[in-house]
């Protein structure tokens, strides 16, 4: 019954894309094909759900980077703040973990988790939601969300990269990934809710597709659409800053409408209300969607935090403003939630914080950039219906200083939006300037958006001079902070004089509650991993770590016994391995650590230096250890720990598989010359004896006592402890126990860590993160979901840390909790 239901409606819609193909361009006000119009449909203005048209504001929170007993907490804010929806990107290789045996193989999804996160939305707090399941997301998440295993897949007559590409087996397996998905999804969507509640009510396709240069964009995103469509998607399609999209008169992809993401300076938010003007006429029969208005920034290994980045709240507050200026009637604040790369998935060089200095923090705090969300979902609240079919933009302002930006907005009742910006981040602006609607301002300067690399790329103008308003001038007086950005809302019939601005004042008041004490922590339980204890199978030849199963992110074991000559063990002083991908190996000899000859700096940012442009070549040997006078004549024994630095988000390494390929001695280090056998174990032998769990009982652990006298860095680069590295991989174990008062258990905390060494923590055996010596992040979020509190309540700290050339060295570590945001 349901398919021969689902045909019937691909025929409809397929006669209404044939009679559109052919119709003149659509006015702003001409609805799109809908399968199901009374429940969600759209037009040159806005989304209309449920016959009322709706202002979309959009939350981002993704369910994967924070810990599921802190979903609903996340949701109360959002929903305190005002947003309607909230929106999460879909990572594929999240939800299939294990490689398939075929593109028909769907045994190994699993979206359980995702499931229950619409379902909390829907249902639990009345929030629509926007789904973004890839393939490709970005988002700084492994692998850009693309599976490490499917560059099993990878056609060897490829040049170039592969993946986002047009190649006909890269289709196969995204739409063996949308098929998977959509029907997996398809009953969370509005239409399949009963009337009134909430549901999904937008899926994107791919992801600012305009970054990725290749042919036949257009037959990858056609196959992408209609996988959404065979697999029960009937609502909204869009995809953001992919120009095949936008206004395409191609009758499938002419239902995709595109969106524009805005990453801008400090005082370039003008740039967000001409960019959206653009796109409105660029695109008249779609509404304006910033899919990512900008909530912050990322922090990399070796970086800065986000914390240090530019966008407080008055950025905050002027990009939202600007774009609703412009036309927009849908803005996604991205990020609205920060989180953490729980169990090392970030891409590639990512600090383990995900806070992105976002207006709710890793933590759940929040401050001055949460209240100018509130205060934009209170204005939102009272005049959305009203701007979702306004018409204007940013216009000429006469007798005004240079650094005024504005315009105006009229609805449909004739009540006015007069929007003002002062671009000047030092000084405030007050006094009286005359507006002009109907006469467009053009860019001041360059218009710019900011890649993922941090690079300004250049955004071109439409170069429109005059839009539909026919008002004549308006004289209004402000008084702007600086930075700062209101809306002079003039009922019909009313003098601006008798106008009332907006967003409300508010100032943020820190919570004048009292921290509980810190934690200094004492004393540590040392042990080197016991190798010779981990599960160790032979492999008769080397393969990658997805063959093996292993697809997230762990250190791994490799062993070789050689038995060796005298004449073996003195003329083979070279270690050589060909790698899979650029990650990084350690080794000891007979006990004995080998000295690295390449690279030289084994850390998580020293990939970009090592040729990650292009595909290591078969004679290439990306790590080689010079094991002079460590053989000897007889049996020889060869430990390796295979660090996976993350999978690269972008570039060459992001189709590259891991492990190692091959290794062996050799008389010279430019060729492999003896090849050996190896043993491998998935695990560190720590992990298989459950050492990182909280009821493990340490035995013949070493007790090492910690500084408590020192001062803690809350942050930096290059600053951890220097010793020499004795081992390979060591774990240390703390135990500590927190206050049950209310203070403690109300209030988020986190552990201040001195210590060299690259590896994990597990809190009470929760996988919280990756620790990476370089810095800057030296404090990492303890989710208080995961804590105890109370006497006896023990808490357990773990670390696995591989030895660097400073060792592994805890120095000293306290728990604290989250000072107050000012």
Known sequence: MYKRHFRFVCIALALCFSMFSHASAPTSDTPQPSAHPDRIRYDGSCLTIEGKDVFV??????????????????????????????????PWNWHERTMPHSLADTTHFDFAD?????????????????????????????????????????????????????????????????????????????????????????????????????????????????????????????????????????????????????????????????RMADLRRAQPHAPGFVTELQGGWFSLVTGRLSEDHYSDARHFQAVGLMSILGGATGLN?????????????????????????AAIHESGRTGAKYDAAQAIGRFLRMYGHQLTRAEGGPCKIAHAP??????????????????????????????KATLMPGRLSKPSAPMYNIDQNGQKVLIASSGADTDSLTLPPLTVRYNLPPLGSKVLVIPAGKQPQQGTWWPMETK???????LPDPVRITHAQRHEDDYA????????????????????????????????????????????????????????????????????????????????????QPDEYDNRFDVTGLLHEGENEIVVVYENLGH?????????????????????????????????????????????????????????????TCEIPHKGNGIQPKSQPDGLLTWYRIEFELPASSAATSHPWLVHLCASGNGYMWLNGHNIGRHWEAGPQREYYLPECWLHFGKGKKNVLVLGLRQTANGATLQAMEIAPYPALP
């Open 57 to 90: 504001y959009s939350a981002a929170f993704h369910y994967f980077r924070c810990p599921e007993a802190l979903w609903r907490k996340r949701f109360q804010q959002i929903k305190e703040a005002g947003f309607n929806t909230v929106e999460t990107y879909v």
């Open 114 to 274: 995702l499931k229950r996160w619409l379902k909390m939305a829907h249902n639990e707090f009345g929030l629509y939601t926007i789904v973004r399941p890839g393939p490709f997301i970005c988002a700084e998440f492994s692998g850009g969300a693309y599976p490490r295993w499917l560059a099993k897949f990878r056609p060897a007559h490829v040049k170039g990269l592969w993946l986002r590409s047009a190649d006909a087996t890269h289709i196969k397996w995204c739409t063996h990934w949308f098929d998977g998905v959509c029907k997996a999804l398809a009953d969370e969507q509005l239409t399949r809710k009963p009337k009134n509640h909430k549901g999904i009510i937008m899926i994107q396709i791919e992801n600012e597709y305009n970054a990725h240069g290749c042919e036949g964009k257009e037959r990858f995103l056609k196959e992408l659409y209609r996988s959404v469509r065979r697999n029960g998607f009937d609502i909204p399609v869009f995809t953001c800053l992919t120009s095949e999209c936008r206004n395409s008169q191609d009758p499938e992809l002419s239902q995709v409408f595109d969106c524009d993401n805005y990453y801008v300076g400090l005082t370039e938010a003008p740039s967000c209300a001409h």
């Open 333 to 357: 604040y991205y990020m609205f939630v920060g989180g953490t790369h729980l169990a090392g998935w970030g891409a590639r060089g990512m600090t383990t914080t995900y806070d992105y200095n």
């Open 402 to 431: 240079q650094t005024l930006f504005g315009g105006v907005r009229i609805a449909a009742d004739g009540t006015r939006f007069v929007f003002l910006h002062n671009t000047d981040a030092s000084h405030p602006l007050q006094g």
């Open 508 to 514: 943020h008041k820190a919570k004048s509650t009292t």
């Open 533 to 616: 204890h981990a599960r160790w199978m032979l492999l008769p030849q080397l393969v990658s770590l997805s063959d093996m199963d292993v697809n997230d992110f762990r250190y791994s074991l490799y062993r070789s016994r050689p038995i060796l000559t005298a004449q073996q063990a003195r003329d083979e002083r070279f270690l050589l391995f060909h790698m899979f991908t650029r990650d990084i190996v350690s080794v000891s000899v007979n006990g004995q650590q080998a000295k690295r000859l390449f690279p030289d700096k084994a850390d998580a940012q020293s990939w970009p230096t090592r040729n990650c442009f292009e595909q290591i």
């Open 648 to 708: 690269a988000h972008g570039y060459v390494p992001m189709e590259e598989l891991s492990g190692i390929r091959q290794g062996g001695l050799s008389v010279t280090e430019s060729a492999l010359s003896h090849p050996l056998q190896w043993e491998f174990a998935r695990d560190a032998a720590g992990i298989t004896a459950g050492w990182h769990q909280p009821t493990y009982s340490p035995e013949g652990w070493k007790q090492v006592t910690l500084d408590t």
